[in-house]
T-cell receptor
Framework: KQEVTQIPAALSVPEGENLVLNCSFT??????LQWFRQDPGKGLTSLLL?????REQTSGRLNASLDKSSGRSTLYIAASQPGDSATYLC????????????FGPGTRLSVLP | GAGVSQTPSNKVTEKGKYVELRCDPI?????LYWYRQSLGQGPEFLIY????????DSGLPNDRFFAVRPEGSVSTLKIQRTERGDSAVYLC???????????FGNGTRLTVT
């Protein structure tokens, strides 16, 4: 059974810092991995989707990498801003368990002005 | 265009009652998912529709939970004989096809008293 973990559970950084969020999964047989952001009381907003054949994806100040063989993904946020404060979740689509995504518990990020 | 719409945004019901939660996906999206999220945790998969049919309902916790998508667009999640443990945020997501990014609604916060 696929399990997804995220470290750290919470992170607080001063504005302007570059930071890395980590995601680990137990079964390397995946179709893709997606990073989301969730603001309090809201649904999830898709940030980046990495297919299993890809190594990384970039969107603006965000860069997500995927190392499928080691079961890891990282989300790099450059020049963090207070507006980046949110919970960041990663989710993997296992290749043998239907079409559902398996989510990690998230990392709660606070960027201090 | 419009995103995924979920109604109601909040629902308070008494233990033992029946509730229906509605999801209106993005137009043209064939895949529709229901997830449940408890405080401080990542979303937990419930059921996945491809078109009108439930392609994977392995996440439904028991037979009190049922979901339909009769015309391949709007979906309704139905919970019978609600229990206090059913209290959570119920999230709906849709995607263009099975391997595309997920787009989430803002969720329905269900409270069973």
């Amino acid at each position: 059974k696929q399990e997804v973990t995220q470290i750290p559970a919470a992170l607080s950084v001063p504005e302007g810092e570059n930071l890395v969020l980590n995601c680990s999964f137990t079964d390397s047989a995946i179709y893709n991995l997606q990073w989301f952001r969730q603001d309090p009381g809201k649904g999830l907003t898709s940030l980046l989707l990495i297919q299993s054949s890809q190594r990384e994806q970039t969107s603006g100040r965000l860069n997500a990498s995927l190392d499928k063989s080691s079961g890891r993904s990282t989300l790099y946020i450059a020049a963090s801003q207070p507006g980046d404060s949110a919970t960041y979740l990663c989710a993997v689509r296992p290749s043998d368990y239907g079409q559902n995504f398996v989510f990690g518990p998230g990392t709660r990020l606070s960027v201090l002005p | 265009g419009a995103g995924v719409s979920q109604t109601p945004s909040n629902k308070v019901t008494e233990k033992g009652k029946y509730v229906e939660l509605r999801c209106d996906p993005i137009s043209g999206h064939t895949a529709l998912y229901w997830y449940r999220q408890s405080l401080g945790q990542g979303p937990e998969f419930l059921i996945y529709f491809q078109g009108t049919g439930a392609a994977d309902d392995s996440g439904l916790p028991n037979d009190r939970f049922f979901a339909v998508r009769p015309e391949g667009s709007v979906s309704t999640l139905k919970i019978q004989r609600t229990e206090r443990g059913d209290s959570a945020v119920y999230l709906c997501a849709s995607s263009l096809e099975g391997n595309s990014p997920l787009h989430f609604g803002n969720g329905t916060r269900l409270t069973v008293t």
